[in-house]
């Protein structure tokens, strides 16, 4: 009973470089999410989609890429990291028929 | 536009005094309502959900959260307090084909 997982937990980047966060649920859900949490701000919707092979922009997509291609995983792309993205990161997904959201445990990432 | 208020950024209660944290809303249909857990360096837990029927309604962990509609408010109380409570607190509203909003939360302090 994983739910969903999150790769990596933690990452240090230098401004400019790209790194990809996995996001991998075994639920069979639908719908999977990327948010971002920062101090004061909550949490903030980057992308999200509501099945295999579909993809959404939320608040805050600049900057960040996504991509769907198996139901399970739902991969965050950063290909020009900057220090505006040092935050943590959670993935989470629900199904269709059931509202409430299964978050990943975050992954902090720091651009230096 | 659709938004979420938790006014209270920071509450401190006594171990055993009753807690109330207020969540407003701003959504332009009947919203899905949702309170969410987050222990330090966790993900967050779903509490309780609120889709149609009685007001109030039960979570786990001894919560319940009650819908006022023309408060537009959708506050959090639990009778007794606990130390492993402390945490932080998010309130988020959407619906089936729309994005879920959250606040920015409320950290809860408790005291023995």
């Known amino acids: 009973n994983a739910g969903v997982t999150q790769t990596p937990k933690f990452r240090v980047l230098k401004t400019g470089q790209s790194m990809t966060l996995l996001c991998a649920q075994d639920m069979n859900h639908e719908y999977m999410y990327w948010y971002r949490q920062d101090p004061g701000m909550g949490l903030r919707l980057i992308h999200y989609?509501?099945?295999?092979?579909?993809?959404a922009k939320g608040e805050v997509p600049d900057g960040y890429n996504v991509s769907r291609l198996k139901k399970q995983n739902f991969l965050l792309g950063l290909e020009s990291a900057a220090p505006s993205q040092t935050s943590v990161y959670f993935c989470?997904?629900?199904?269709?028929?059931?509202?409430?959201?299964?978050f990943g445990s975050g992954t902090r990432l720091t651009v230096v | 536009a659709q938004s979420v208020t938790q006014p209270d950024i920071h509450i401190t209660v006594s171990e055993g005094a009753s807690l109330e944290l207020r969540c407003n809303y701003s959504?332009?249909?009947?919203?899905?309502l949702f309170w969410y857990v987050q222990s330090p360096g966790q993900g967050l837990q779903l509490l309780l959900k609120?889709?149609?029927?009685?007001?109030l309604v039960q979570g786990i962990k001894g919560f319940e959260a009650e819908f006022k509609r023309s408060q537009s408010s959708f506050n959090l109380r639990k009778p007794s307090v606990h130390w492993s409570d402390a945490a932080e607190y998010f309130c988020?509203?959407?619906?089936?084909?729309?994005?879920?909003?959250f606040g920015t939360g409320t950290s809860l302090t408790v005291i023995p």
């Open positions: 988020a509203v959407g619906a089936v084909r729309d994005q879920f909003y």
């Open positions: 959504y332009g249909a009947t919203p899905y």
């Open positions: 609120y889709f149609s029927g009685d007001t």
């Open positions: 989609s509501v099945g295999e092979g579909t993809t």
């Open positions: 989470a997904s629900r199904s269709d028929r059931d509202y409430g959201y299964t």
